[in-house]
């Protein structure tokens, strides 16, 4: 399965290859139980892929073994072609050597920063501290409508500033690859749509791939190219779609769009 | 921070499951325990032979000594009038300690002008206070009440009146609206709001009250646990010493168990709480 | 809204409550005054000194030196004291992290030692020790140590994992995610400990000093009350007393600087 525009010349930016994940049950002494199962799929470089499925799904689990803060227990994980996860190897390598920024749920920004002081903060722990990088976070704090936050410490931002404050931060050294897990979950219907906004901009400004988690399934129809549908546990994919919305495009009216209706019902029969 | 809570409560479990494997982490963590145990003794034991046991007097013959103080009477004479010293104390300070709160939460511009008084009071170095108290109540018995009651009705005062902050304003406006008066609101509402931190504060107290006592005794007395340490010290007599200090120990940890049960007892309704750890010690 | 005329008539309440308070509390504060002369008139010179000698003393003795002189003393102590159990209290539970199995093991042992009021080993310490100043350095030391080895404890059990899990993604070294959110996590903790722990310090050296010494301010109030000398038991008593809240008031101020980022925080400071 997952014949996506991954096959090509090129080797896919990421390659899930039936990979697996299994924790042992302590009820039951020996017996495991698998959360994630024979899941495989591709994704091609600046593709925007949305994962959507019921809750429970391991949507989460799946995230963490791709930044690699987890590992998988069956089958490896391929960026660019070289393998980079697989069992039987110990030392987790969070965040592959940067190639992969993660946005988690919460926003984990740091209390005792400011905020212009988090979104240093991965600059200033890999030593790339210097103008250029200065130079960048101004433009990102500027691209989402922070400036004038720049000295603000957390607890003094909303929801919405502190999840763009976050989302920049990952951009801000510029790994090629970035996992979102349900980020704007959390945010009121306004904020959110304002978010998804900023993100598609940032988005084709940079060139990212991007990986995104919801179980909004109108969130997932906005922003991506493709959705994987994943099936309940354990976790593997159930169908893998297209979305063929012209961008770029105008989320306020995504709902009037051709044919979002209908994948809308598509996908919300699949994942129930 | 209580000695006595049941461990498995304190600590968050980390293989936290069912049958099997849960028991046999509870026993490696009991046989762990008594490990432990064990060597502290024999630590004890190899410190009193090296220095002699005139220096340190060895976990037998400190347990002889607590054995005898027992059989001739005296462990109950000295035990006795310390507790004494920590009761009254403890009463003639906590009783207006637990009751002004509540008088002053209808005379708010009344609890605004004391609070910096209280506030002082509180941050006051009360044991610096003893010979004070001692030039007022003589060495008796007086001053001992005298200071264990200056410790105690501050430390009451506060976690009181921190109990009665707690409430629920949204449940007030419901038993006001519900008709109640104000005593009705202070019993049925502000009171059982504010139990928990009452015991919080009874908890922090108690061993303080023992342990002031004590502090009074040694400074100047002529009876109390604490005058039979300075008592063992003088005649360079150790294992009274010893004998003493784990006396005095046994009767703090029994007496915060006690409290301890008690208010999980008073206390049932309450969902389970985080682990005592998380508190400063008393 | 609230019309102009409300809002001013909301000022004027406030401000007249202000100043009712301001009068209240001088008048507290001279009724305290008024207190003390009353029982000085009432009581006699023998269980109570006027206010006024007690300035006086105090003038005198920082004129002759002496004030100086023992104050060096005990604050000698008191330092070396507060140094040694904030070194111990803080490492211990960094040290007991390595293994949780030992921690658990240890527990009950560390929380029943608590039970024990730790002035009672003062004459056991002086048979050992002698009456010099390590006594009264290790009798302050291990009051300091408790406090602080609980307070390091809890923080340390406070530090989020997830902000811990981010700075490894982002590529932060160990020694880097110590320094960052550790220490930054622990701080607050410290900062309430070191609170808590500073007056005891004080206390407890001065205390020391009562049951065995021949200088310091503690020896000089027991010296008064021995000899009868009640405007000496005054005067060093508030010496006592302005040198505790002082040192409090100094931590503050300190501790306002360090904790900046923090919204205020009523939790950990139990009076405020």
């Given at each position: 399965?997952?014949?996506?525009?991954?096959?090509?010349?090129?080797?896919?930016?990421?390659?899930?290859?039936?990979?697996?994940?299994?924790?042992?049950?302590?009820?039951?002494?020996?017996?495991?139980?698998?959360?994630?199962?024979?899941?495989?799929?591709?994704?091609?470089?600046?593709?925007?892929?949305?994962?959507?499925?019921?809750?429970?799904?391991?949507?989460?689990?799946?995230?963490?073994?791709?930044?690699?803060?987890?590992?998988?227990?069956?089958?490896?994980?391929?960026?660019?072609?070289?393998?980079?996860?697989?069992?039987?190897?110990?030392?987790?390598?969070?965040?592959?050597?940067?190639?992969?920024?993660?946005?988690?749920?919460?926003?984990?920004?740091?209390?005792?920063?400011?905020?212009?002081?988090?979104?240093?903060?991965?600059?200033?722990?890999?030593?790339?501290?210097?103008?250029?990088?200065?130079?960048?976070?101004?433009?990102?704090?500027?691209?989402?409508?922070?400036?004038?936050?720049?000295?603000?410490?957390?607890?003094?931002?909303?929801?919405?500033?502190?999840?763009?404050?976050?989302?920049?931060?990952?951009?801000?050294?510029?790994?090629?690859?970035?996992?979102?897990?349900?980020?704007?979950?959390?945010?009121?219907?306004?904020?959110?749509?304002?978010?998804?906004?900023?993100?598609?901009?940032?988005?084709?400004?940079?060139?990212?791939?991007?990986?995104?988690?919801?179980?909004?399934?109108?969130?997932?129809?906005?922003?991506?190219?493709?959705?994987?549908?994943?099936?309940?546990?354990?976790?593997?994919?159930?169908?893998?779609?297209?979305?063929?919305?012209?961008?770029?495009?105008?989320?306020?009216?995504?709902?009037?769009?051709?044919?979002?209706?209908?994948?809308?019902?598509?996908?919300?029969?699949?994942?129930? | 921070?209580?000695?006595?809570?049941?461990?498995?409560?304190?600590?968050?479990?980390?293989?936290?499951?069912?049958?099997?494997?849960?028991?046999?982490?509870?026993?490696?963590?009991?046989?762990?325990?008594?490990?432990?145990?064990?060597?502290?003794?024999?630590?004890?034991?190899?410190?009193?032979?090296?220095?002699?046991?005139?220096?340190?007097?060895?976990?037998?013959?400190?347990?002889?000594?607590?054995?005898?103080?027992?059989?001739?009477?005296?462990?109950?004479?000295?035990?006795?009038?310390?507790?004494?010293?920590?009761?009254?104390?403890?009463?003639?300070?906590?009783?207006?300690?637990?009751?002004?709160?509540?008088?002053?939460?209808?005379?708010?511009?009344?609890?605004?002008?004391?609070?910096?008084?209280?506030?002082?009071?509180?941050?006051?170095?009360?044991?610096?206070?003893?010979?004070?108290?001692?030039?007022?109540?003589?060495?008796?018995?007086?001053?001992?009440?005298?200071?264990?009651?200056?410790?105690?009705?501050?430390?009451?005062?506060?976690?009181?009146?921190?109990?009665?902050?707690?409430?629920?304003?949204?449940?007030?406006?419901?038993?006001?609206?519900?008709?109640?008066?104000?005593?009705?609101?202070?019993?049925?509402?502000?009171?059982?709001?504010?139990?928990?931190?009452?015991?919080?504060?009874?908890?922090?107290?108690?061993?303080?009250?023992?342990?002031?006592?004590?502090?009074?005794?040694?400074?100047?007395?002529?009876?109390?646990?604490?005058?039979?340490?300075?008592?063992?010290?003088?005649?360079?007599?150790?294992?009274?010493?010893?004998?003493?200090?784990?006396?005095?120990?046994?009767?703090?940890?029994?007496?915060?168990?006690?409290?301890?049960?008690?208010?999980?007892?008073?206390?049932?309704?309450?969902?389970?709480?985080?682990?005592?750890?998380?508190?400063?010690?008393? | 809204?609230?019309?102009?005329?409300?809002?001013?008539?909301?000022?004027?309440?406030?401000?007249?409550?202000?100043?009712?308070?301001?009068?209240?509390?001088?008048?507290?504060?001279?009724?305290?005054?008024?207190?003390?002369?009353?029982?000085?008139?009432?009581?006699?010179?023998?269980?109570?000194?006027?206010?006024?000698?007690?300035?006086?003393?105090?003038?005198?003795?920082?004129?002759?030196?002496?004030?100086?002189?023992?104050?060096?003393?005990?604050?000698?102590?008191?330092?070396?004291?507060?140094?040694?159990?904030?070194?111990?209290?803080?490492?211990?539970?960094?040290?007991?992290?390595?293994?949780?199995?030992?921690?658990?093991?240890?527990?009950?042992?560390?929380?029943?030692?608590?039970?024990?009021?730790?002035?009672?080993?003062?004459?056991?310490?002086?048979?050992?020790?002698?009456?010099?100043?390590?006594?009264?350095?290790?009798?302050?030391?291990?009051?300091?140590?408790?406090?602080?080895?609980?307070?390091?404890?809890?923080?340390?059990?406070?530090?989020?994992?997830?902000?811990?899990?981010?700075?490894?993604?982002?590529?932060?070294?160990?020694?880097?995610?110590?320094?960052?959110?550790?220490?930054?996590?622990?701080?607050?903790?410290?900062?309430?400990?070191?609170?808590?722990?500073?007056?005891?310090?004080?206390?407890?050296?001065?205390?020391?000093?009562?049951?065995?010494?021949?200088?310091?301010?503690?020896?000089?109030?027991?010296?008064?009350?021995?000899?009868?000398?009640?405007?000496?038991?005054?005067?060093g008593i508030v010496m006592v007393v302005a040198l505790v809240l002082g040192a409090d008031a100094l931590l503050k101020l300190w501790e306002r600087r360090?904790?900046?980022?923090?919204?205020?925080?009523?939790?950990?400071?139990?009076?405020?």
């Open positions: 399965m997952a014949e996506g525009p991954g096959d090509g010349a090129e080797p896919p930016v990421l390659e899930m290859r039936d990979v697996g994940r299994c924790f042992a049950s302590r009820d039951t002494g020996d017996a495991v139980q698998w959360v994630i199962r024979h899941l495989s799929f591709k994704v091609a470089a600046g593709e925007f892929v949305t994962i959507i499925g019921p809750s429970g799904a391991g949507k989460s689990t799946l995230l963490n073994l791709i930044a690699q803060t987890d590992l998988p227990s069956a089958g490896e994980i391929l960026l660019r072609g070289t393998c980079i996860a697989a069992p039987g190897r110990r030392r987790l390598n969070p965040g592959v050597d940067r190639q992969i920024g993660y946005v988690t749920q919460d926003d984990n920004l740091l209390p005792w920063r400011s905020m212009l002081d988090n979104v240093l903060f991965p600059l200033e722990v890999q030593g790339r501290l210097d103008e250029e990088g200065r130079r960048r976070a101004a433009t990102l704090v500027d691209a989402v409508g922070l400036t004038g936050f720049e000295r603000h410490y957390p607890h003094e931002l909303s929801g919405g500033m502190r999840k763009r404050c976050a989302l920049i931060r990952t951009l801000v050294y510029d790994p090629p690859i970035i996992l979102m897990d349900e980020p704007f979950g959390a945010l009121d219907a306004q904020t959110r749509s304002q978010l998804q906004a900023d993100l598609l901009r940032l988005w084709s400004m940079a060139g990212k791939t991007i990986l995104f988690v919801t179980h909004d399934v109108a969130e997932a129809i906005a922003l991506a190219d493709r959705i994987l549908i994943l099936s309940r546990s354990p976790t593997a994919i159930a169908a893998d779609c297209p979305v063929p919305i012209p961008r770029p495009r105008d989320l306020q009216n995504i709902y009037a769009v051709d044919g979002f209706a209908a994948l809308h019902d598509t996908i919300r029969r699949q994942i129930q | 921070m209580s000695p006595s809570r049941d461990p498995k409560a304190a600590q968050p479990d980390p293989a936290a499951g069912h049958g099997r494997a849960r028991r046999k982490h509870r026993v490696r963590l009991i046989a762990d325990r008594l490990l432990v145990g064990l060597a502290l003794l024999a630590l004890w034991q190899v410190a009193s032979l090296a220095s002699g046991s005139y220096w340190i007097s060895p976990p037998l013959e400190t347990l002889q000594r607590l054995a005898e103080l027992a059989l001739e009477g005296q462990l109950a004479m000295h035990a006795g009038y310390t507790l004494r010293a920590a009761l009254f104390g403890f009463l003639i300070g906590g009783i207006p300690g637990l009751l002004l709160p509540f008088l002053l939460r209808r005379l708010p511009l009344l609890a605004e002008i004391v609070d910096p008084f209280m506030t002082a009071g509180y941050g006051l170095p009360k044991l610096a206070l003893a010979p004070l108290l001692m030039l007022w109540f003589g060495i008796g018995i007086e001053s001992k009440v005298a200071l264990v009651a200056s410790v105690i009705f501050f430390l009451v005062y506060f976690s009181t009146a921190a109990g009665i902050r707690s409430v629920d304003i949204r449940h007030l406006r419901m038993a006001q609206i519900a008709g109640a008066s104000e005593a009705q609101l202070a019993r049925k509402i502000i009171w059982p709001a504010a139990v928990p931190f009452v015991f919080a504060g009874l908890r922090i107290s108690l061993p303080y009250a023992i342990g002031g006592a004590v502090i009074a005794e040694l400074i100047s007395s002529n009876r109390g646990l604490g005058y039979l340490v300075q008592l063992g010290a003088m005649n360079f007599d150790t294992s009274t010493v010893f004998a003493a200090l784990a006396a005095i120990a046994l009767i703090v940890l029994t007496a915060n168990w006690l409290v301890v049960r008690a208010e999980t007892h008073l206390l049932r309704w309450r969902p389970p709480q985080e682990p005592a750890l998380g508190e400063i010690p008393a | 809204m609230t019309s102009p005329a409300t809002a001013g008539r909301a000022a004027a309440a406030s401000a007249r409550r202000r100043r009712q308070l301001l009068l209240g509390r001088l008048a507290l504060a001279a009724a305290l005054l008024l207190g003390w002369d009353l029982l000085f008139r009432y009581l006699g010179p023998v269980y109570m000194a006027p206010p006024l000698a007690v300035l006086v003393r105090l003038a005198e003795l920082a004129g002759n030196g002496q004030l100086l002189a023992d104050l060096s003393v005990t604050l000698q102590a008191c330092i070396a004291g507060f140094a040694l159990g904030t070194a111990g209290g803080a490492a211990l539970p960094l040290l007991l992290r390595l293994s949780p199995r030992l921690t658990r093991a240890v527990e009950p042992y560390v929380m029943a030692s608590m039970g024990v009021p730790v002035f009672t080993l003062v004459p056991l310490l002086i048979l050992w020790f002698g009456i010099d100043l390590l006594p009264k350095i290790i009798i302050t030391a291990v009051m300091v140590f408790y406090i602080v080895f609980v307070g390091t404890f809890a923080g340390l059990r406070a530090i989020d994992g997830r902000l811990v899990a981010m700075a490894r993604l982002v590529g932060a070294s160990g020694t880097r995610v110590a320094r960052e959110i550790y220490w930054n996590g622990i701080l607050p903790y410290l900062f309430a400990s070191l609170k808590l722990a500073l007056p005891r310090a004080l206390s407890a050296t001065i205390v020391a000093e009562f049951l065995v010494a021949d200088a310091g301010l503690g020896f000089y109030i027991e010296n008064s009350r021995q000899q009868a000398d009640t405007v000496g038991v005054f005067a360090a904790l900046r980022w923090r919204p205020v925080d009523r939790q950990l400071n139990p009076v405020s």
